[in-house]
């Protein structure tokens, strides 16, 4: 039986430029079917559920472009949280993880996950080392995350893996043998296998917690293990699914543009809960070292590079590449400029996943503008940079929208940086430009109220395009967030702990902070 919503007396702000405020919304079986109707006009029967918002804000629901959610939920479930604060100093940290040694399966790993640039918080003053591991845990291999790109291994661990012997390195990867230290080891090292039951429990416990909670109702994962995806399906079969998902599968780990292609699947395959959305490929890595310094560290050559593009582009997937230097861009802009040249696609909407968080480059963009790729970027990155120089201006956010580009709001989250998960902290990062340590970086850069909330609703959705949400536009799913204080009146310092009523999915309350 059809069943409709009538959302009256409410401040409503659609997104949608043709009709951006609204005081009432009428939805029916998951889609808005009209704003601002009579409520006497609207067909009166048992299936009509008339709601009253009592004058409370109304914005779309977000969605989170690039996001490691499975990374992120599972490392926070079960790594050792390793974060400062609340530990204060390394050897804190290693107590820490001495105390969860005997949780450790026979031939397992011990997994701790920390800050980025986890040396700027710590007493020391300096980044963790083989050395301090192996004081506190001599015989267990261990490994400690600062986000995908960076980690530390203990001695243990460094035999485990084979690096004490030499194991052949992926290209783009390195380690320094005296300090245990290791760039882009995330996806060669082994990962905890923690299974499909576990992934799930994980994901929906932490995504209603740390992202639903706070009106996420899309998120768009770069999924790390098939058990992930296995995970998604057991949640979606059996309704316990805390938001949509926009599957990225990550070339090679998982499997390559050519494997995907193969299948005959396209980006947008699926319903409204999963679908697939296309390919994450890392053309480098973290672009930087322990200390801050520039590192290139490129991982394809090009005319491989331009093979694995030309299959995905082809197959009509869209691509997510990773890119953080200039080398990279150049090279992702060749393997796309000649995959259009002989497959022509109109609007396939390629992305460059950092290519929006460095400085402002008008030739590449332009170059970007031309392929209609999307430079996206993160703001949650300037509170991230905790010890950089005021005149820092990435990610140049106001420039790029200036410039006509739709950057998607996103967290980037892989459990290093939870406060990302909450979208009002990103839209505040974007807001105010304010690192953690206080530093106001290229004010000039700073975007308003309206065009933050916009990159993580309707900029999102089209940088993803899904073409079914993102605004609260009649035909559209009625996904949204009932927010218990306007954001347009309350202090910009307030917005990361805004309360948040109630979330709408297919146009019925599921969330709401009681709920979570």
Same mark, same amino acid.
Not at 19 to 47: F, H, K, M
Not at 490 to 511: F, K, W
């Given at each position: 039986?059809?069943?409709?919503?009538?959302?009256?007396?409410?401040?409503?702000?659609?997104?949608?430029?043709?009709?951006?405020?609204?005081?009432?919304?009428?939805?029916?079986?998951?889609?808005?079917?009209?704003?601002?109707?009579?409520?006497?006009?609207?067909?009166?029967?048992?299936?009509?559920?008339?709601?009253?918002?009592?004058?409370?804000?109304?914005?779309?629901?977000?969605?989170?472009?690039?996001?490691?959610?499975?990374?992120?939920?599972?490392?926070?479930?079960?790594?050792? $949280?390793?974060?400062?604060?609340?530990?204060?100093?390394?050897?804190?940290?290693?107590?820490?993880?001495?105390?969860?040694?005997?949780?450790?399966?026979?031939?397992?790993?011990?997994?701790?996950?920390?800050?980025?640039?986890?040396? $700027?918080?710590?007493?020391?003053?300096?980044?963790?080392?083989?050395?301090?591991?192996?004081?506190?845990?001599?015989?267990?291999?261990?490994?400690?995350?600062?986000?995908?790109?960076?980690?530390?291994?203990?001695?243990?661990?460094? =035999?485990?893996?084979?690096?004490?012997?030499?194991?052949?390195?992926?290209?783009?990867?390195?380690?320094?043998?005296?300090?245990?230290?290791?760039?882009?080891?995330?996806?060669?090292?082994?990962?905890?296998?923690?299974?499909?039951?576990?992934?799930?429990?994980?994901?929906?416990?932490?995504?209603? $917690?740390?992202?639903?909670? @706070?009106?996420?109702?899309?998120?768009?994962?770069?999924?790390?293990?098939?058990?992930?995806?296995?995970?998604?399906?057991?949640?979606?079969?059996?309704?316990?699914?805390?938001?949509?998902?926009?599957?990225?599968?990550?070339?090679?780990?998982?499997?390559?543009?050519?494997?995907?292609?193969?299948?005959?699947?396209?980006?947008?395959?699926?319903?409204?809960?999963?679908?697939?959305?296309?390919?994450?490929?890392?053309?480098?890595?973290?672009?930087?070292?322990?200390?801050?310094?520039?590192?290139?560290?490129? =991982?394809?050559?090009?005319?491989?590079?331009?093979?694995?593009?030309?299959?995905?582009?082809?197959?009509?997937?869209?691509?997510?590449?990773?890119?953080?230097?200039?080398?990279?861009?150049?090279?992702?802009?060749?393997?796309?400029?000649?995959?259009?040249?002989?497959?022509?696609?109109?609007?396939?909407?390629?992305?460059?996943?950092?290519?929006?968080?460095?400085?402002?480059?008008?030739?590449?963009?332009?170059?970007?503008?031309?392929?209609?790729?999307?430079?996206?970027?993160?703001?949650?990155?300037?509170?991230?940079?905790?010890?950089?120089?005021?005149?820092?201006?990435?990610?140049?956010? =106001?420039?790029? $929208?200036?410039?006509?580009?739709?950057?998607?709001?996103?967290?980037?989250?892989?459990?290093?940086?939870?406060?990302?998960?909450?979208?009002?902290?990103?839209?505040?990062?974007?807001?105010?430009?304010?690192?953690?340590?206080?530093?106001?970086?290229?004010?000039?850069?700073? #975007?308003?109220?309206?065009?933050?909330? @916009?990159?993580?609703?309707?900029?999102?959705?089209?940088?993803?395009?899904?073409?079914?949400?993102?605004?609260?536009?009649?035909?559209? #799913?009625?996904?949204?967030?009932?927010?218990?204080?306007?954001?347009?009146?309350?202090?910009?310092?307030?917005?990361?702990?805004?309360?948040?009523?109630?979330?709408?999915?297919?146009?019925?309350?599921?969330?709401?902070?009681?709920?979570?």
């Amino acid at each position: 039986m059809s069943h409709s919503t009538l959302y009256i007396n409410g401040d409503i702000h659609t997104m949608d430029p043709s009709y951006p405020r609204a005081t009432s919304l009428l939805c029916r079986d998951g889609r808005i079917i009209s704003l601002d109707q009579n409520p006497r006009e609207v067909q009166q029967g048992g299936d009509l559920e008339v709601v009253d918002l009592e004058a409370r804000t109304v914005i779309p629901g977000f969605i989170d472009a690039h996001c490691h959610l499975e990374l992120c939920t599972t490392h926070l479930s079960y790594a050792v $949280q390793c974060f400062a604060p609340p530990h204060h100093s390394l050897a804190e940290i290693c107590e820490t993880l001495r105390s969860h040694m005997d949780k450790v399966p026979p031939d397992g790993w011990l997994v701790g996950r920390a800050d980025f640039g986890l040396h $700027q918080y710590v007493d020391e003053q300096r980044p963790l080392t083989r050395q301090d591991l192996d004081a506190a845990i001599p015989d267990i291999p261990t490994v400690v995350y600062s986000g995908m790109h960076v980690c530390t291994l203990n001695t243990a661990g460094l =035999k485990a893996s084979g690096l004490l012997d030499g194991a052949q390195l992926p290209q783009g990867s390195s380690v320094d043998i005296p300090s245990g230290r290791g760039l882009e080891l995330a996806h060669w090292l082994p990962n905890p296998n923690f299974g499909v039951a576990a992934t799930a429990e994980a994901i929906q416990l932490l995504g209603s $917690q740390m992202f639903a909670s @706070r009106g996420v109702t899309t998120v768009t994962d770069i999924v790390a293990t098939s058990d992930g995806i296995r995970a998604y399906q057991l949640l979606s079969r059996e309704r316990r699914l805390p938001f949509r998902i926009d599957l990225r599968y990550h070339s090679p780990t998982i499997l390559t543009s050519s494997d995907l292609a193969a299948t005959g699947l396209e980006s947008g395959f699926g319903d409204d809960w999963i679908r697939i959305g296309g390919i994450k490929l890392f053309i480098d890595g973290a672009g930087h070292d322990f200390a801050g310094n520039t590192v290139v560290d490129l =991982k394809w050559e090009q005319p491989d590079l331009d093979a694995e593009v030309e299959e995905a582009h082809r197959a009509g997937l869209q691509l997510m590449m990773h890119v953080q230097s200039t080398e990279a861009i150049d090279m992702a802009l060749a393997a796309l400029e000649r995959a259009q040249t002989r497959w022509p696609r109109h609007d396939s909407r390629h992305r460059l996943e950092h290519a929006g968080d460095m400085p402002f480059d008008p030739e590449r963009l332009t170059r970007m503008k031309q392929l209609g790729v999307i430079p996206v970027g993160t703001a949650q990155f300037l509170y991230s940079y905790a010890d950089a120089k005021p005149d820092v201006n990435q990610p140049p956010l =106001k420039s790029l $929208q200036e410039w006509g580009f739709r950057v998607p709001g996103n967290s980037d989250s892989t459990g290093s940086q939870p406060e990302a998960a909450n979208p009002f902290h990103g839209i505040w990062c974007a807001m105010t430009r304010t690192t953690r340590l206080g530093t106001l970086l290229s004010p000039d850069e700073r #975007l308003d109220l309206q065009s933050a909330i @916009r990159m993580y609703t309707a900029d999102a959705a089209y940088a993803c395009h899904l073409s079914d949400r993102g605004t609260l536009t009649p035909g559209l #799913l009625a996904d949204f967030v009932v927010m218990g204080e306007d954001p347009f009146r309350i202090p910009v310092d307030e917005l990361p702990t805004i309360p948040v009523d109630a979330v709408s999915l297919d146009g019925r309350l599921r969330h709401t902070v009681a709920d979570t």
